[in-house]
């Protein structure tokens, strides 16, 4: 791995200031040098989904699978999250998948490649990719796997484990909402509002499978997707 850098510059002069649609987006992140997980990790993993999606997942990074196949949830914890969006009765076909850092970090250990949590400098320098992401979507309910994703849209104060399954309004909730507060309308840069929605946060599906007592953590994880669901319905 190399070594952890003290600053980065940040994704923000790699997003295309005339990219209209996620695929832009997707095609310029390829080229993303905006801190050094690029170095080692085998390629950007984008966010994959419909632009019309109603609810947006945002986990932490991709893992050693996702990172190979350049999709996000692709490994364990993607099957697991599907798994837990069909028992919650969420419509996977109205979702939308990505990440807070779209670098795989991770270390080596003999021939393995063991994940490592991204620090600040990492979520910081990938911010602009997630609010590139937002202005383009208009999601109902954003919902928030995990700590390092809540740091990157809720900021460092924010904790899961305390808020879990709570419904907060999205973008107000945002620790710089004035990012997420005008969206694009049309190709000539005219802005609007954001639609109203909903945030809610809960743990990442790897946490789950870390678990002492998966079961359980299993069905913490759909009984907070379950309120996604019905916020979704009413």
């Known amino acids: 791995m190399a070594e952890q850098t003290e ?6 002069r790699f997003i295309p200031p005339d990219a209209d649609t996620l695929d832009d987006l997707r095609a310029a992140a390829g080229g ?36 190979q196949k350049g999709l996000p949830f692709v490994g364990p914890a993607g099957r697991l999250l599907r798994k837990a969006v069909d028992d919650a009765n969420l419509d996977p076909g109205h979702i939308y998948l990505t990440n807070a850092v ?3 970090r991770f270390e080596m250990r003999g021939k393995r490649r063991i ?15 997630l609010v590139a992401e937002f202005a383009r979507l208009r999601p109902e ?3 928030v796997l995990g700590a390092t994703a809540a740091k990157a849209l809720l900021g460092p104060a924010f904790r899961v484990t305390r808020q879990r399954g709570e419904l907060l309004p999205w973008p107000a909730s945002a620790q710089h909402p004035e990012d997420f507060q005008r969206v694009p309308v049309d190709s000539a840069g005219k802005l609007a509002d954001t639609p109203p929605a909903q945030l809610l946060a809960t743990i990442h599906p790897s ?22 669901a019905r916020a979704l319905a009413g």
Do not use: N
Not at 7 to 12: C, V
Not at 45 to 61: L, T
């Open 207 to 228: 946490a789950v499978l870390r678990a002492d007592d998966q079961d359980k953590a299993y069905e913490g994880l759909v009984a907070d997707l379950t309120v996604a």
């Open 7 to 12: 600053s980065a510059s940040g994704a923000q």
């Open 141 to 143: 309910i954003v919902v």
């Open 115 to 129: 994940h490592q949590t991204p620090d600040r400098v990492h979520i910081t320098a990938c911010r602009p990719w």
């Open 102 to 104: 779209k670098h795989f």
């Open 32 to 67: 993303c040098r905006g801190c050094e997980l690029y170095r080692d990790a085998s390629q950007t993993v984008f966010g994959r989904g419909d632009e019309s999606a109603r609810v947006v997942f945002v986990g932490e990074q991709p893992g050693d699978m996702e990172d």
